[in-house]
Nanobody
């Protein structure tokens, strides 16, 4: 399984951005796809995840501005980010967790919030 993230870039404070992550390869059964981020000098942190039956989990600090969705048929997860702040600047990584516990990571996409 491979994950390909896209959609990062430079955005002004207050702006919006949509990230996408497409999985290739075969996997079946229960799984969760989601997003983590890592800012310079900081540890990687959870943004949000969603299971294949639609249950979402958010970091408390991001629940109000970020929204996750997924298209199971396309094996793709999306992250809609609104009202972006400079502190949202980070590399955003998508991941896939399978029911057996195996974890896959995408390559990361840079999001920079700056005027």
């Amino acid at each position: 399984v491979q994950l390909q993230a896209s959609g990062g870039g430079l955005v002004q404070p207050g702006g919006s951005l949509r990230l996408s992550c497409a999985a290739s390869g075969s996997f079946f059964g229960f799984n969760a796809m989601g997003w983590y981020r890592q800012a310079p000098g900081k540890q990687r942190e959870l943004v949000t995840t969603m299971t294949n039956n639609g249950i979402a989990n958010y970091a408390d600090s991001m629940k109000a501005r970020f929204a996750i969705s997924r298209d199971n048929a396309k094996k793709t997860v999306y992250l809609d980010m609104n009202s972006l702040k400079p502190e949202d600047t980070a590399v955003y990584y998508c991941n896939l967790v399978l029911g057996g516990g195996r974890i896959y990571w995408g390559q990361g996409t840079q999001v920079t919030v700056s005027s």
